[in-house]
T-cell receptor
Framework: DAGVIQSPRHEVTEMGQEVTLRCKPI?????LFWYRQTMMRGLELLIY????????DSGMPEDRFSAKMPNASFSTLKIQPSEPRDSAVYFC???????????FGEGSWLTVV | EDQVTQSPEALRLQEGESSSLNCSYT??????LFWYRQDPGKGPEFLFT???AGEEKEKERLKATLTKKESFLHITAPKPEDSATYLC????????????FGKGTTLSVSS
């Protein structure tokens, strides 16, 4: 079975550019999560969806960040405009039910210069 | 506010030298405590879920235990391939809350 699939794996972009990260959750999972990982702050929850509907976006740092889930098999996290402090690893994860085991993708490594 | 604190931040062991990692948590009603392993350049990989105080789970050289305030991940006779970052996360009972992670313990096992 395919796990959570994320793209791109690595992205280097210039400050001010738009960045779009993509995620395909595990088929049948009804929850999708976006996390950000940095050395300083560890793994932080940005937003999560249930059945394609955003439930909690309180972790989204500012209006430059937006996330969508147009269907059960695809989600995007967009940063516009990007800033150097957005450099981090962004993980997408999915689960069957809230409170059950969540499964992570391999992450998207973002560097903003 | 739900909180997870892991200690130590880093741990160096010799092969065969057993030790424990600690995860202290504060949560308004624990629904579950999760342990993950993360290798460099990879996403976290699920290890265990514990639900109630006194519960224990084992997998190869790893054993996770849970009390009302903390969880321990015991590593018995570790091998170099056990080197990784171990993450602890809690799921509270409050409706709509998602997993909250600690910052992890980075374990290095040398031969």
């Amino acid at each position: 079975d395919a796990g959570v699939i994320q793209s791109p794996r690595h992205e280097v972009t210039e400050m001010g550019q738009e960045v779009t990260l993509r995620c395909k959750p595990i088929s049948g999972h009804d929850y999708l999560f976006w996390y950000r990982q940095t050395m300083m702050r560890g793994l932080e929850l940005l937003i999560y969806f249930n059945n394609n509907v955003p439930i909690d976006d309180s972790g989204m740092p500012e209006d430059r960040f937006s996330a969508k889930m147009p269907n059960a098999s695809f989600s995007t996290l967009k940063i516009q405009p990007s800033e150097p402090r957005d450099s981090a690893v962004y993980f997408c994860a999915s689960s069957l039910g809230l409170g059950n085991t969540i499964y992570f993708g391999e992450g998207s490594w973002l560097t903003v210069v | 506010e739900d909180q997870v604190t892991q200690s130590p931040e880093a741990l160096r062991l010799q092969e065969g030298e057993s030790s424990s990692l600690n995860c202290s948590y504060t949560v308004s009603g624990l629904r579950g405590l999760f342990w993950y392993r993360q290798d460099p350049g990879k996403g976290p990989e699920f290890l265990f879920t514990l639900y109630s105080a006194g519960e224990e789970k084992e997998k190869e050289r790893l054993k996770a235990t849970l009390t009302k305030k903390e969880s321990f991940l015991h590593i018995t006779a570790p091998k170099p391939e056990d080197s990784a970052t171990y993450l602890c996360a809690v799921q509270g009972n409050q409706a709509g809350t998602a997993l909250i992670f600690g910052k992890g313990t980075t374990l290095s096992v040398s031969s």
